[in-house]
């Protein structure tokens, strides 16, 4: 329940509406925003090293796709106006996550090789298609003014 519920309404109250909307505002440049804010979510995945059972491979893995992951909570935040998508979306990651194994995820393992590529290819895919929709939002908004 923690990792599933918690934990994302904890992680996303946090980047999204705390950090983000510091950062927006003494900040000029939303991709430096979303950028910056999820750089630091990426990293805070790092205090899961501490656990027994996980290791280093797992934890940078966490840190890497967290970050980019993060940025496509953060144009969906951008896009909806609404911290809910952001927080469904975070659970149902943890939720298919929750079936990796931290303890066997080992960097010589094909399958989870493939594994976090995959899902890196298609989370930069999904954050391209997410900043051009974004881009194209802020073109209408400017011809409109």
């Known amino acids: 329940v923690d ?3 918690l934990s994302p309404l904890k992680e996303e109250f946090v980047f999204r ?3 983000f909307h510091v950062l927006g505002n003494r900040c000029s440049s939303i ?3 979303v950028y910056i804010t999820n750089i630091l ?3 805070v995945h790092v205090m899961n090293a501490f656990g027994p059972t996980i290791n280093w491979f797992y934890v940078f893995a966490q840190m ?7 940025c496509i909570y ?3 935040l951008l896009l909806s106006g609404s911290i809910w998508e952001s927080v469904f979306l975070h659970s149902a990651n943890n939720l298919v996550s929750s079936f990796v194994s931290s303890q066997h995820f080992q960097p010589s393992d094909p399958f ?4 976090l590529l995959q899902s890196t290819v298609v989370y930069c895919f999904i954050l391209h298609r997410q900043i051009r ?4 939002r802020l073109a209408l908004m400017a011809k409109s003014a």
């Open 3 to 5: 990792m599933i519920v």
């Open 41 to 43: 979510f990426g990293l």
């Open 133 to 136: 929709h974004y881009q194209t």
């Open 64 to 70: 890497l796709v967290g970050t980019v992951v993060g």
């Open 74 to 76: 953060s144009f969906r």
């Open 31 to 33: 991709p430096a925003v």
């Open 17 to 19: 509406i705390i950090i």
């Open 112 to 115: 989870i090789v493939f594994l």
